[in-house]
């Protein structure tokens, strides 16, 4: 079974400075990952996406995630934090298609907290 | 754009009540799901649907029911109503994936938080 681990529960950083979120996953063959961001009140919003191909993929609002095999990690990076994106980040893992799996059976992790500091 | 529209926003049960929490979308989508997000857990499916008619379980349907009658609409049912059930609810939808891929983007809704006492 897919699974997904965010071990930053609260992260607080200074606007401006450099941002990375954690993520590690546990799954038998080439993952499907995915960043989400919630704001708060507000439902999840795709920020990227990983399938295949190159192994860095950038995503909306300068935020890019790099796909490491070896380390079962896809991480979230942006190189200056601005105060609009606290809000709290999930990573999840996505299974292909199937004949067993009729639809996107996305495994969420338990996301990670950003804020921001002025 | 409407995209996917959930209501209520908040609701308080009394343990062994039950409610229906409505989810609409307007973007023709095939696929809908409903999730439940509890501090620190992420999200975890309770049901989806690939299409009108057809629902299947997730990873935590207990005490819920869904239909699926109409592409829009994909409304949930809570039976009878526990304190395990407080949570936040999420309804989204999604077209199918491009040939073997996994769906590549869900819409969520903004949300229902649910108290049972």
């Known amino acids: 079974a897919q699974s997904v681990t965010q071990p930053d529960i609260h992260i607080t950083v200074s606007e401006g400075a450099s941002l990375e979120l954690r993520c590690n996953y546990s799954?038998?063959?080439?993952?499907?990952l995915f960043w989400y961001v919630q704001s708060p009140g507000q439902g999840l919003q795709l920020l990227l996406k990983?399938?295949?191909?190159?192994?860095l993929v950038q995503g909306i609002k300068g935020f890019e995630a790099e796909f490491k095999r070896s380390q079962s990690s896809f991480n979230l990076r942006k190189p200056s934090v601005h105060w609009s994106d606290a809000a709290e980040y999930f990573c999840?893992?996505?299974?292909?298609?199937?004949?067993?799996?009729?639809?996107?059976?996305?495994?969420f992790g338990g996301g990670t907290r950003l804020m921001v500091k002025p | 754009n409407a995209g996917v529209t959930q209501t209520p926003k908040f609701r308080i049960l009394k343990i062994g009540q039950s409610m229906t929490l409505q989810c609409t979308q307007d973007?023709?989508?095939?696929?809908m799901y409903w999730y439940r997000q509890d501090p620190g857990m992420g999200l975890k499916l309770i049901y989806y649907?690939?299409?009108?008619?057809?629902?299947d379980k997730g990873e935590v349907p207990n005490g819920y029911n869904v239909s699926r009658s109409t592409t829009e609409d994909f409304p949930l049912r809570l039976e009878l109503a526990a304190p395990s059930q407080t949570s936040v609810y999420f309804c989204?939808?999604?077209?199918?994936?491009?040939?073997?891929?996994?769906?590549?983007?869900?819409?969520f809704g903004s949300g229902t938080q649910l108290s049972v006492l």
């Open positions: 989204a939808s999604s077209l199918p994936g491009r040939q073997i891929a996994t769906n590549e983007k869900l819409f």
């Open positions: 799954y038998g063959a080439t993952p499907y």
């Open positions: 990983y399938f295949s191909g190159d192994t």
């Open positions: 999840a893992v996505g299974a292909p298609r199937s004949a067993n799996n009729a639809g996107n059976m996305l495994t």
């Open positions: 973007m023709n989508h095939n696929y």
């Open positions: 649907s690939v299409g009108a008619g057809i629902t």
